[in-house]
């Protein structure tokens, strides 16, 4: 029973790049949810996917755009980043937009 | 808007000992979903336990168990015969049961287990 799969673990970027992060959520999962962790803190949302659209963001500058494909995999994208975009980012998936999470392991992005 | 404090950046604890983690919320909610989530150096969170606030009874899971205070809005997290595995950070969390779908967390706690 494969979990949720996040890609890269590490990533490190200069500012003004963007990056791609990939989750593959757990099989039977249909709903993909985004979370930054900075450090010392708790997750914070970002946005949520289901049937291949956001169905709801959190207080997030237009930089962080996502994608769902129809194999339910999702991307999260951050453009043009900053120095405090450096943090965890979580994947969690779950059956439908209520279901009980499932979570990654994350990606460490550090920009520097 | 809803907000979920823990005021403890860090708890220590021995070995087969009792520690309570605290955590208290803010909402107008009458029902809702809590939760603890568990966050070892692998960085995954994992699901502790789960409490549904219409429900009176403390939700237990073998040595993890809650005090759910609804009108205090505060969910402590009692972990009972502490070991090693259970160092960790740990994260109280919100949901609502509709209409919106993200999760709410507090800053997390600390926990070191001492041999």
């Known amino acids: 029973d494969a979990g949720v799969t996040q890609s890269p673990t590490h990533l490190i970027k200069t500012r003004g790049q963007q990056v791609t992060l990939r989750c593959s959520p757990k099989?039977?999962?249909?709903?993909v949810s985004w979370y930054q962790q900075a450090l010392g803190q708790g997750p914070q949302f970002i946005f949520q996917?289901?049937?291949?659209?956001?169905?709801q963001r959190g207080n997030f500058p237009d930089r962080f755009s996502g994608h769902q494909f129809p194999n339910y995999s999702s991307e999260l994208n951050v453009n043009a980043l900053l120095l405090g975009d450096s943090a965890l980012y979580l994947c969690?998936?779950?059956?439908?937009?209520?279901?009980?999470?499932?979570f990654g392991s994350g990606t460490r992005l550090t920009v520097v | 808007a809803q907000t979920v404090t823990q005021s403890q950046p860090e708890m220590s604890v021995q070995e087969a000992e009792t520690v309570t983690l605290s955590c208290t919320y803010d909402t107008s909610e009458s029902d809702y979903y809590l939760f603890w989530y568990k966050q070892p150096p692998s960085r995954q969170m994992i699901l502790v336990i789960r409490q549904e606030a219409y429900k009176q009874q403390n939700a237990t899971e073998n040595r993890f168990s809650v005090n759910f205070q609804k009108a205090a809005k505060s969910f402590s997290l009692k972990i009972s015969d502490s070991q090693l595995g259970d160092a960790a950070m740990y994260f109280c969390a919100y949901r609502f049961t509709s209409g919106t779908y993200k999760y709410i967390f507090g800053t997390g706690t600390r926990l070191k287990v001492l041999a």
């Open positions: 969690a998936s779950s059956l439908g937009s209520l279901g009980g999470y499932t």
């Open positions: 996917y289901y049937e291949e659209e956001e169905r």
């Open positions: 099989s039977g999962h249909d709903t």
